[in-house]
């Protein structure tokens, strides 16, 4: 029983900055890896950024240089600092976690979050 609750999404124009984060509640056992997707009207859901719990990072080429991704152990949550704002980066943005939770054994599994807004404008 887990539940990632996502905030921080909203509107900004172009060059503009926010930051995402989103926490992961409930029987945590561990969390293997945390990141966001987006999906844009249309468009399939797609990678932005995603990190281990040991700290390895990944981004796809579009946020590179721009988007920054972190965690919180302590806190069981993940945030993504967003700068230099494109229209482009208009879309919903999924929180979603790889963990373990508690249970006759850890069991491993993919959560998502409910998506949060982020609107870009020109």
């Known amino acids: 029983q887990v539940q990632l609750v996502e905030s921080g999404g909203g509107l900004v124009q172009t060059g503009g900055s926010l930051r995402l984060s989103c926490a992961a509640s409930?029987?945590?056992?561990?969390?293997?890896?945390m990141g966001w997707y987006r999906q844009a009207p249309g468009q399939q859901r797609e990678l932005a950024a995603t990190?281990?719990?040991?700290?390895?990072?990944n981004y796809d080429d579009s946020v590179k240089g721009r988007f920054t991704i972190s965690r919180d152990n302590a806190k069981n949550t993940v945030y993504l600092q967003m700068n230099s704002l494109k229209p482009e980066d208009t879309a919903v943005y999924y929180c979603?976690?790889?963990?373990?939770?508690?249970?006759?054994?850890?069991?491993?599994?993919?959560?998502w979050g409910q998506g949060t807004q982020v609107t870009v404008s020109s």
């Open positions: 979603h976690a790889d963990l373990a939770t508690w249970g006759s054994w850890p069991r491993r599994d993919n959560y």
């Open positions: 409930g029987s945590v056992f561990r969390i293997n890896a």
């Open positions: 990190i281990t719990s040991g700290g390895s990072t």
